[in-house]
């Protein structure tokens, strides 16, 4: 079998662009980890108990009788903890068929633990009023969030403590009461409509300094399991969390702006991030320790997304992460962003992860102050033994990535260059993998590599045999959850709350026969290229100005007018809607007669729609044209092209090419220049099936904008077509124009045309004689359905 290629070798080749249940973790660990979680670790042990409670409830099949669901338990819990003594604990013990408790919202006591014994399950009330933190605020979707309290708090309780056998389940996919939907669907529908949700968390533990997690299992929660806040001293030995890949925002353990936290030999899979180290308004992270963890489904080891606070002296060793979309990753953006550093992750083995390393200051494409810096970051003995792609990005030449890779190493089969995204970063390699380096090859994407002297050729840490089976717990009974089906909608938003901040990311990572993407409100500063058939882009929100996808590519920039446009459609049974498509670079630059040519879109795939679509751009805006066209005059391959309740923005030729496209009850706006053109169509011989119609379409000027023809014949057989159009006083009064005057002589052979033209543009009188105006008969012959020869794109 070939040897795995090394992580450093691809960069440098290919570039272009757990223990003894009493260790003492303090001292086994290498001298690499000494920045650690800084107290000495013992495995916890249960304490005395002050009050044993038993269960007396059932729950077959995993559902309670409605009765039940009105018998709670958190009376007697709460007083049970209220009374117990410090160091003491609170046991829930079942018996047989009973071994269910049900409960609202409680809280833990300083020194008091809650011992949920084997066979016996805590469950949370499914009615959102339990956790209203005001009337009405809970289970529900809105643009606030934060409306829920916890199932269980331990504000300012040091010394508390959840342990035990057992299990607390969140019940996430169960129906809510009163509603028909679950906790999960309430996530989801907050994703998709790009609001908040307002989901209660399993535990949230608050300036609770040595607070211990221990053997508990934590189930289905509605959003994150484990929340930590300004807390000193965590441990969380032998916790196993599970819930579906497909729950939304149900990370596992969150420290935020606590230090000496320790998470070690437990089992994870989730629908978010396995863990995630965050530090913002609150204070620093640092000194924490993850140590002999397997992690399963959901996001991977992160750092962020806010870490503004500062996160240091982070250790992570002995992992295995297997089947995650992420593997290791540290996100933020200059919103949230801070320093991050003396951060190592050692002896990790990773598997079938789409994202097995990814460390990125850009996370969302959110701008700010707040600008992430990553430094001493190290990676030591990490195989990756499936492809992935990996990312390794500083903010910008001020703001390199600073990480080291020791004997890093990724698949058999090795990483192509497209699968590694590499900028703004210094990389030290040693004292392993030690390669020459191309550096030539390198500067361009601004990475520099340093080789430790001595370094030698490393060898892949082994992981056969270290990927686990998720260790269920079969002895506490699980609630009749429904995992939240798969969606293979590909979800994108610029704030980070999707699953991609980018969309060229997610057409990337689409499926070769196309799917959804469905992109939330914000401005999307990218240049995008689809050639996948059956490609779907909507906007979330139905004001189209809200979504907007821009770049600033000019002819003179990017080797000529057809490599400018911000987006690139090649890709057939194209479809978007509620977005903005602009190219701004008129905005910086001024307009002149070569090189300013700058699209918005290239469109040349056929059976595209684009519904209440926004193209913004001034000259040559939107190309709209045929494939496979060669200059001798072979048969062009035909495209059909629908614009419909769209507004299109220009001045000079800006709806152009030589497809055939309808536009339909669309805005077609003039920017002003000292002339304008509408059109410049371009059908190349005469029997091209090709042709711009446009029906109940609106001709609108800005302020100063005249002298505006309604097009000019880019080929000699241009073929444009008005139908029932209002045309503002912008609108000269011949209509038409030659395309160099004096020079060719292309209006003698267009076909130019129109129909029920109205408004103080319209002139039939006085039209260019090369005009045809058309009878009502004549006129049927370029509605949709005819004209797209049997093609009906309401029916798609």
Not at 127 to 137: E, I
Not at 253 to 259: H, R, T
Not at 631 to 638: M, T, Y
Not at 724 to 741: D, F, K, Q, S, V
């Amino acid at each position: 079998m070939a040897q795995p290629s090394s992580l450093l070798s691809c960069l440098l080749s290919r570039l272009l662009f757990c223990c003894p249940r009493a260790l003492l973790f303090a001292s086994a660990l290498s001298a690499g980890l000494l920045a650690q979680d800084r107290r000495t670790v013992l495995e916890p042990q249960i304490p005395p108990v002050c009050t044993k409670l038993e269960a007396m409830l059932s729950a077959p099949h995993g559902l309670l009788t409605d009765a039940d669901e009105r018998r709670m338990d958190t009376e007697r819990i709460q007083k049970a903890i209220d009374q117990c003594g410090g160091r003491k604990a609170v046991e829930l013990h079942g018996s047989g068929e009973r071994n269910v408790f049900l409960a609202a919202p409680f809280h833990l006591r300083p020194g008091v633990t809650l011992l949920i014994d084997a066979n016996t399950v805590l469950y949370a009330s499914r009615n959102p009023r339990d956790y209203d933190v005001t009337p009405g605020s809970c289970g529900v979707v809105d643009q606030n969030g934060h409306g829920c309290r916890p199932f269980i708090l331990a504000d300012h309780a040091p010394h508390s403590a959840i342990m035990g056998d057992g299990a607390i389940d969140g019940r996430g996919g169960e129906t809510l009461v009163g509603q028909s939907t679950s906790w999960w669907d309430l996530a989801h529908l907050a994703k998709i409509n790009d609001m908040k949700q307002n989901c209660t968390r399993i535990l949230i533990v608050r300036a609770s300094d040595d607070f211990i997690l221990y053997r508990i299992t934590l189930r289905n929660s509605p959003n994150f399991h484990v929340a930590i806040e300004k807390t000193n001293g965590v441990t969380a030995w032998g916790v196993k969390i599970d819930t579906p890949a497909t729950a939304r925002n149900t990370d596992g353990i969150d420290p935020s702006a606590s230090s000496d936290v320790s998470i070690l030999h437990s089992s994870i899979r989730t629908g978010d991030d396995s863990v995630a180290i965050k530090a913002g308004k609150l204070g620093a992270s640092s000194h924490i320790t993850l140590a002999h963890n397997h992690f399963y489904s959901g996001h991977g080891m992160s750092i962020g997304s806010d870490t503004s606070g500062g996160v240091n002296a982070v250790r992570v060793s002995d992992l295995t992460i297997d089947g995650a979309d992420n593997g290791i990753r540290i996100k933020s953006d200059p919103s949230r962003g801070g320093l991050v550093n003396d951060v190592v992750y050692q002896d990790v083995c990773i598997r079938n992860v789409r994202n097995p390393i990814i460390l990125t200051p850009k996370y969302t494409l959110a701008a700010g102050e707040l600008l992430p810096v990553y430094r001493d970051i190290t990676l030591k003995d990490v195989h990756v033994v499936t492809p992935g792609e990996v990312t390794l990005e500083g903010l910008d030449a001020k703001h390199k990535l600073d990480v080291t890779l020791d004997n890093v190493f990724v698949s058999a089969e090795g990483l192509p260059a497209s699968a590694i995204s590499a900028s703004h970063v210094a990389i030290t390699i040693g004292p392993r993998n030690g390669d020459l380096i191309p550096t030539g090859e390198l500067t361009a994407k601004d990475v520099t590599v340093t080789q430790l002297p001595g370094s030698t050729a490393g060898t892949p840490v082994a992981c056969a045999g270290r990927f686990e089976e998720y260790p269920a717990n079969p002895t506490a009974p699980r609630s009749a959850t429904a995992a939240p089906p798969v969606d293979n909608t590909l979800y994108v938003a610029a704030d980070g709350s999707g699953d991609f901040y980018s969309i060229q990311k997610a057409l990337d990572t689409a499926p070769a026969n196309g799917a959804t993407l469905r992109i939330a409100p914000g401005t999307y500063r990218e240049s995008i290229s689809i050639t996948k058939p059956n490609m779907e882009l909507r906007g979330s929100n139905a004001d189209a100005s809200k979504t907007i996808i821009v770049f600033d590519k000019s002819a003179g920039t990017s080797g000529g007018t057809l490599h400018s446009a911000t987006a690139e459609i090649r890709g057939d049974n194209f479809h978007a809607e509620n977005l903005t498509f602009a190219n701004d670079w008129n905005a910086t630059h001024t307009q002149v007669p070569v090189g300013s040519q700058a699209l918005a879109v290239l469109i040349a795939a056929d059976k595209a729609i684009f519904t209440n679509v926004r193209f913004l751009g001034n000259q040559d805006t939107l190309y709209a044209g045929s494939r496979n066209c060669a200059p001798d005059g072979e048969p062009c391959a035909p495209t059909r092209q629908y614009f419909t309740h769209c507004y299109i923005e220009g001045n000079v030729d800006f709806i152009f090419g030589d497809s055939k496209a309808i536009f339909d009850n669309c805005e077609i706006h003039s920017t002003p220049h000292s002339e304008g053109f509408l059109t410049a169509q371009s059908r190349h011989y005469p029997a091209q099936d090709s042709g711009f119609v446009f029906n109940h379409c609106t001709l609108t000027a800005a302020a100063g904008a005249a002298s505006i023809w309604l097009g000019r014949p880019w080929r000699p057989y241009a073929k444009v077509v008005f139908l029932n159009t209002e045309m503002g006083a912008h609108i000269l009064p011949a209509g038409w124009r030659e395309w160099h005057p004096g020079e060719t002589h292309s209006i003698d052979t267009v076909y130019y045309a129109e129909y029920n033209s109205t408004g103080s543009g319209a002139h039939p009188g006085e039209r260019d004689p090369h005009t045809k105006l058309l009878t009502a008969a004549e006129a049927a012959q370029f509605e949709t359905k005819t004209f797209f020869d049997g093609w009906d794109p309401a029916a798609q």
